[in-house]
């Protein structure tokens, strides 16, 4: 079983910079993917960022070359460092930490209670 917390969540205005933290109680495998997803107000709950145990990241184009995702297994803590932030940033964020279940295609999620992020324009 995995917990999730994270903090960092508040109000900027539009150009401020935030950074996200999400700390894992239980054990993280370097298998995992953790990842950072948000929900903004009548919208879907979407991926933002991922990174993978080897390092490599993912993010959907509008966050691209401004947040950047980065985790410390030691620490078992995935952050989100978010620059140029802009009022599409507004949205509730989730940490997700997706594992893989042995010996099938199916994985399991755990979830975040969530921090909210509000940019004013």
């Known amino acids: 079983q995995v917990h999730l917390v994270e903090s960092g969540g508040g109000l900027v205005q539009a150009g401020g910079s935030l950074t996200l933290s999400c700390a894992a109680s239980g054990t993280i495998f370097s298998s995992d993917i953790m990842g950072w997803y948000r929900q903004a107000p009548g919208k879907e709950r979407e991926l933002v960022a991922s990174?993978?145990?080897?390092?490599?990241?993912d993010y959907i184009n509008s966050v691209k070359g401004r947040f950047t995702i980065a985790r410390d297994d030691a620490k078992n803590t995935v952050y989100l460092q978010m620059d140029s932030l802009k009022p599409e940033d507004t949205a509730v964020y989730f940490c997700?930490?997706?594992?893989?279940?042995?010996?099938?295609?199916?994985?399991?999620?755990?979830w975040g209670q969530g921090t909210q992020v509000t940019v004013s324009s």
């Open positions: 990174i993978t145990g080897g390092g490599s990241t």
């Open positions: 997700n930490v997706d594992r893989g279940i042995p010996g099938s295609y199916h994985h399991r999620h755990y």
